[in-house]
């Protein structure tokens, strides 16, 4: 009796574990679900909803050069998803990616031995891994980027870390990207303190900030689909899908952490340290955005 006692107690208890576990992800999913539902609503028929998502935009701007209705994985292309004049702009220039050059540097470089033997591949025997990245370590209780993977490894081989944001991490992490391709983003919520890290991300994407007083959210939520002068502003969803990009503005390729360093610059606000906790906990939120979609990375950006 004592026995089947224990076994009921240790079964309710794993039970009750699960059951709460899974609620550290109950609010993100909400957030994600209206996240998405929000997008996939503003580009089912801009010409239909003018009034209520593309009030200043010319009626017939909107029905020549905006491309509906979208379906969720169009988002991983960012303002080519639902811009014409972008998509054909970049089909041209994708006839010859500028980022295949520095993506077989970063296969050359992840196949290279350090001085101790060992290549990249020790420490990602399958390199097929961006989709779980960033992701929350509970036993280190932190977020773990796969820029900080890849210098680890480094580390560990013996080698001095990589600086981040460009150069020759954004090529091994490029490599990464490639032979992560077609794989869905799985970024999970493990802990009650990786609830705090995705809390905090949003709070920090939400925010109004700067000499500017802007949020990432007015930029690429609110005004996601319209143009300041030539700029086509690109979706918040399915942002970190194409990651690490070669823009056409750095003339090479850069780091997530990069562009997010310089989109909260160009708020007004003080330039944060890449691999900061908060620049880590919005690269967490935003990619927990993006569950389930596509990567598609490296790509081209303006």
């Known amino acids: 009796m004592l026995k089947k006692l224990i076994k009921i107690a240790t079964i309710s208890m794993i039970s009750g574990t699960i059951m709460f576990a899974a609620n550290f992800n109950a609010q993100a999913e909400k957030d ?24 200043y935009v010319p009626i017939e701007e909107l029905k020549k050069d905006y491309i509906y209705p979208l379906k969720f994985e169009d988002f991983k292309n960012g303002p080519m998803s639902w811009y014409r004049p972008a998509k054909e702009q970049f089909a041209e220039i994708n006839d010859f990616p500028p980022y295949e050059i520095p993506l077989d540097d970063g296969k050359e470089l992840f196949t290279k031995p350090f001085a101790n033997g060992k290549t990249y591949s020790s420490c990602f025997p399958n390199p097929a891994i961006k989709q779980n990245y960033p992701y929350y370590d509970t036993k280190r209780d932190e977020i773990v980027t796969i820029g900080m993977a890849v210098n680890e490894c480094r580390v560990k081989n013996g080698e001095k870390p990589l600086k981040y944001g460009k150069g020759d991490i ?29 809390e905090a991300g949003k709070k920090l994407f939400y925010k109004q900030r700067g000499y500017l007083s802007i949020s990432c959210n007015e930029c690429h939520v609110q005004s996601a689909g319209k143009r300041i002068r030539a700029e086509a502003l690109s979706p918040a969803l399915g942002s970190t899908t194409e990651m690490p990009v070669y823009r056409l503005k750095w003339g090479g390729l850069g780091t997530l952490q990069r562009r997010l360093v310089g989109c909260i610059k160009d708020t007004g606000s003080e330039k944060p340290k890449m691999q900061s906790k908060p620049v880590k906990e919005l690269a967490y939120f935003l990619t927990y955005m993006s569950n389930g979609m596509k990567l598609n990375g490296p790509d081209t950006r303006k």
Do not use: W
């Not at 929000?38 to 009034?51: G, I, S, T, W």
């Open 170 to 198: 954004a090529k091994v992490i490029a490599y990464l990207a490639d032979k992560s391709r077609g794989q869905k983003i799985n970024i999970k919520i493990p802990s009650a303190n990786a609830a705090k890290a995705y």
């Open 32 to 55: 994600r679900h209206a996240f998405v539902n929000y997008f996939l609503k503003k580009f089912e028929n801009p010409v239909a909803n003018r009034a209520k998502y593309f009030p």
